[in-house]
């Protein structure tokens, strides 16, 4: 053989494959001994850990919004309820692109942009982990069943069935209730950790009036419940739950058909009109016109109704009432007719020559009475009452000066807030001395004093002010805090006296009385207003100058804007002998206290104490009288 035979080496072979057999069998040694260790792991060490993160992945907390209480007027009428809407919502924590699914969704249902901006506006606000967002209220059935066939494709998006807000009275109420909005970043920069809990799951506050002011009363307390979820988070079962608690009722003093009349009396008139219970405080009725829907604001209005009402001429969204601030007139002169005979500057014998004009000593202004050929030759304070005799006044504000009429008219309340409860109120000016020099820098001149006690110069006053100083004069010196609500929940507010006027009786009765002649007296500047009235009114009428009209020249209607004209005011209280309701009136650019002020305050008058009515309300319906 040319070639040497090739055998196999079986024993190389033998040893090439033990080794190979030795090897694997090590490998798979350790990692049946790796999967025993993890599995040891998983089931023995850390079995409670893993076990929790499951239940975390299975099972949420979820916040359980209270219900926010009611509001009712005085006969039980709801002006402030909740009602069920259907709310698409959005958990982030299940959304892996959340500009897709939004894009997703407008395609489905409509979105404004301003609910869409208030939607991205929340993502950056600090929320509970899987806290829905709400992205748009009030869907419609078309659109719920738009959403539910294309569920399968909206990843964390849910709908579910809430309580909204809503007024049902509308405007008619809107400057006294305020109205709820959505949280907003600035409410949250104000949160304490207190408050993040109570608002879990709630997605308004109360943004003015009552429903601010009231907020922690309304809003109750937040429950909690756990659940189980899917993959896809949406909730199998509840396992347990804790209930909310829900807010807590409000009733008012205010009574809806004296507002509604009040509204009505008004007509068209911009202007405020505030009636007084004389013996409790409570505010009966408080109206801003014009006024505005507050429940636009309740899941966010629009940019273009906002800008409407916010832009418009008219300002509904000023609270007239409780932030106007407009010279009171002669509508302050029982207060400084009743200073002059307290503090004994005048009795009621003394009288005053008028011409039609004063002229302080030494000086050659003159100032003019209202009546351009005056009251008389001899004016006495019932005369100048009942009349409104300006050089009366005049007279009577050199005699007393500045000091004394402040003083009196603080009594009354005059140059401070209320109290009443609800916010934002302003405190108009009783100008002092002291007052001129900080704000004016300038010192108090003798014409300063003739002005005051007219109502003029730099006294401004807020028709809830009036009604005040009208109730205290009603009530001969008891100055009382006016309250809107009467009860919150069960407890009922008490009567708050803020002051007791020691004032002679006699003195009382003479200024009364000359109010009582403004009414019903041959020479009343309302008489004409208190015509075929069963009962006895005691009031006093006013006119406000809006622009300065030169020395010299008389008032000239026809001359002015509509907006330069004269306010009317009006204020008072029947029956006069044992008072019940007190009311001030304020019409702008009305230009008669007696002719369109004094009528608005009869029909609520005749409302009160008659149970006349609108016989057509588009609000309350057909009443009769």
Not at 50 to 55: F, K, Q, V
Not at 253 to 275: I, N, W
Not at 388 to 395: A, N, P, T
Not at 492 to 502: F, K, S, T
Request: aromatic share 8%.
């Amino acid at each position: 053989m040319s070639e040497a035979q090739r055998f196999k080496d079986h024993h190389r072979e033998a040893r090439v494959f033990l080794s190979r057999v030795i090897t694997t069998s090590v490998i798979m040694a350790a990692l049946v001994a790796v999967l025993v260790a993890r599995y040891y792991s998983l089931q023995v060490t850390h079995h409670q850990d893993y076990a929790t993160r499951s239940d975390r992945n299975r099972v949420h907390v979820q916040p359980v919004p209270p219900t926010r209480g009611l509001i009712y007027d005085r006969n039980g009428e709801l002006l402030a309820d909740n009602r069920p809407s259907y709310t698409l919502s959005v958990i982030r924590e299940r959304v892996n692109d959340m500009t897709a699914t939004v894009e997703l969704l407008r395609e489905l249902v409509d979105i404004p942009q301003s609910d869409l901006e208030k939607f991205y506006d929340q993502l950056q606000q600090w929320r509970r982990p899987f806290e829905a967002i709400p992205l748009r209220y009030r869907l419609t059935e078309e659109e719920i069943a738009r959403l539910a066939v294309n569920e399968y494709r909206l990843e964390g998006v849910e709908v579910n069935a809430q309580l909204v807000r809503h007024y049902p009275k509308s405007d008619l109420f809107a400057h006294v209730l305020g109205y709820v909005g959505r949280i907003s970043q600035s409410d949250l920069a104000k949160f304490d950790e207190d408050q993040y809990q109570r608002y879990s799951g709630t997605h308004s506050i109360g943004k003015t009036g009552l429903e601010n002011q009231y907020e922690a009363q309304l809003l109750g307390e937040v429950g909690s419940q756990n659940v189980e979820t899917n993959a896809r988070g949406r909730v199998l079962r509840v396992l347990d739950r804790t209930d909310p608690k829900p807010g807590k009722d409000l009733q008012l003093h205010l009574d809806s058909r004296l507002q509604a009349t009040a509204v009505s009396a008004l007509d068209d008139y911009r202007g405020a009109v505030v009636a007084l219970d004389v013996k409790t405080g409570g505010v009966l009725a408080a109206v801003s016109m014009p006024s505005f829907d507050p429940n636009l604001f309740v899941t966010g209005i629009s940019f273009r109704d906002y800008r409407s009402l916010n832009q418009s001429l008219d300002l509904p969204l000023f609270n007239r009432f409780l932030q106007g601030q407009y010279p009171p007139g002669s509508t302050t002169k029982p207060v400084v007719g009743l200073a002059g005979l307290h503090y004994d500057v005048v009795d009621a014998e003394h009288t005053v020559r008028d011409p039609g004009w004063y002229r302080l000593p030494g000086d050659d202004r003159r100032y003019r009475d209202w009546k351009r050929t005056g009251h008389g030759l001899k004016v006495d304070l019932e005369q100048a009452v009942v009349e409104s005799c300006d050089v009366y006044y005049y007279d009577l504000g050199h005699r007393m000066g500045v000091d004394l009429i402040h003083e009196f008219g603080v009594q009354f309340g005059l140059g401070s807030r209320t109290e009443v409860d609800i916010p934002s109120e302003r405190s108009g000016i009783w100008p002092s001395r002291e007052w001129k020099r900080n704000q004016r820098g300038l010192p108090w001149f003798p014409g300063d004093n003739l002005n005051l006690a007219i109502g003029q110069g730099y006294a401004l006053t807020t028709p809830m002010q009036l009604a005040q100083m009208t109730a205290t004069m009603a009530s001969r010196g008891r100055r009382l805090r006016p309250q809107m609500v009467a009860k919150v929940g069960d407890q009922e507010r008490p009567v708050i006296e803020e002051a007791q006027m020691d004032v002679a009786e006699e003195d009382w009765d003479y200024i009364i009385n000359a109010m009582v002649g403004v009414m019903h007296g041959e020479r009343g500047t309302a008489r004409r207003s208190a015509y075929g009235a069963d009962y006895k009114i005691a009031g006093k009428t006013g006119t406000a100058q809006v622009v300065a009209i030169p020395q010299g020249e008389e008032y000239d209607s026809e001359a002015l804007k509509e907006r330069q004209r004269d306010h009317a005011l009006f204020v008072g209280f029947a029956p006069a002998d044992d008072p019940q309701i007190a009311v001030a009136v304020i019409v702008e650019n009305g230009e008669s206290g007696s002719g369109v002020a004094a009528p608005v305050a009869r029909k609520v008058f005749d409302a009160y104490l008659r149970g006349i009515y609108p016989l057509a309300d588009p609000v309350l319906g057909a009443r009769t009288p």
